[in-house]
């Protein structure tokens, strides 16, 4: 018996063959729209026009599902994109969600302001509470558990093999959001949820310059229905889009070790310090969720957000004066960014239970020398 290949392999080969023509090490980019038929109803390997398929994506979609051990990776346009399509396949007027009290702003929104207005209802929870979510969940009515872990941006570590057992017993679809620790360090899969999620625009893509998302699903039913919307709404992602996430997957799993060692040092420089009230980070073990992220975890991820003792104020002078870290939205480059949640991606979540506190701060932390990262927070902190 073939003996499994090694993740780093995996994320460097996995549907990367050479060019058969040139000898190209690099699959080339199939910049096209359309195909021509070798005859009326006779494709050339499948392709007909690129909303329905592109080399380039196939490129993607084997290397996405086989990082997640999954059957059935699809690409798309946005992480959003790829979440509608999943909540599209699985969903009809008057189901119900189960999500957690803290997930991606954009996630709730669109399951609460754009589903909702559909007649798709929901319950946050704490997911962490493996009774509080069983209590949640609707007999016949909750169709699927939504799981964020790390959550965002408060790092909550929760149980996903427990989650899955609850979820498969009421017969819910349990999906996993694994952008924060990226398949590197998390196999959602492998745990016994049916549905992982990314945001490839983050770790997967991994230097900020490329928007995209995926679903990976086991399911053939259910990866057939998310196929059909995928050719069927056109949410798919561009073949140059497709190509440089593929470029950055390559460098997975070498960056996340960066980033984890990056942020465990940050987080333990972080702990104690007069201005600060917490460190949000499981790699630290007051974490609530560390033994369970060490668990279920090969590394702890290189997210984690600060409070501040002086509120928002404070908050608002940290975020405004770090210089490597630069203020912006979004995550898992290889340079490092602050971000203010309550006004930044999380501003659509307030006066909901999803509201993140005004005096916390949240890091993506990148690969760059950790003793410039930690001069800069320490610059920071000076002026709050």
């Given amino acids: 018996m073939a003996r499994t290949r090694n993740f780093d392999t995996i994320a460097i080969h996995a549907g990367q063959e050479f060019d058969p023509t040139t000898g190209a090490v690099i699959p080339p980019i199939y910049q096209t729209s359309t195909y021509v038929q070798e005859s009326i109803g006779h494709l050339r390997g499948g392709y007909e026009y690129s ?29 959003l994109a790829a979440e509608d399509t999943i909540l599209r396949a699985l969903l009809a007027p008057g189901d119900h969600i189960v999500l957690g009290n803290d997930v991606y702003g954009g996630t709730h929104r669109l399951i609460n302001r754009v589903h909702g207005a559909w007649g798709i209802l929901n319950s946050t929870v704490e997911m962490s509470d493996l009774a509080a979510v069983e209590q949640a969940i609707i007999p016949g009515e909750t169709k699927i558990l939504w799981v964020e872990t790390p959550s965002n941006p408060l790092m909550k570590v929760c149980d996903i093999a ?20 990226s398949p590197a360090l998390q196999q959602p899969l492998a745990l016994g949820a049916d549905v992982v999620v990314h945001s490839t625009t983050k770790y997967l893509g991994g230097h900020s310059d490329v928007l995209g998302g995926a679903l990976i699903i086991n399911d053939d039913e259910l990866a057939e229905k998310a196929q059909f919307l995928q050719f069927a709404a056109g949410p798919v992602s561009a073949p140059m889009d497709a190509w440089l996430t593929v470029r950055g997957i390559k460098t997975l799993s070498v960056r996340m070790d960066r980033h ?125």
């Fill in 162 to 181: 427990a989650l899955a057992r609850i979820g498969h017993r009421f017969g819910v679809t349990v999906i996993v959001d694994n952008t924060f620790a």
């Fill in 51 to 79: 909303r329905g398929g592109n080399p380039t994506r196939t490129v993607l979609e084997t290397l996405l599902a086989a990082l997640e051990g999954g059957k059935h990776g699809l690409s798309f346009a946005s992480g």
């Fill in 260 to 384: 984890c060692s990056n942020a465990q040092a940050i987080a333990e420089h972080l702990q104690g310090h007069p201005a600060i009230d917490r460190v949000y980070y499981p790699g630290l073990p007051t974490h609530p969720g560390h033994e369970l992220a060490k668990k279920q975890m090969s590394g702890f991820g290189g997210m984690l957000s600060i409070s501040f003792v002086g509120g928002a104020a404070a908050a608002r002078s940290f975020a405004e004066a770090t210089q490597l870290f630069q203020l912006a939205e979004s995550l898992g480059g290889v340079e490092s960014l602050v971000n203010y949640p309550s006004e930044m991606t999380h501003a659509s979540v307030r006066g909901t239970e999803l509201e993140v506190a005004d005096n916390i701060i949240r890091l993506s932390v990148g690969i760059e020398g950790v003793a410039d990262l930690i001069d800069d927070i320490d610059r920071a902190l000076a002026v709050v």
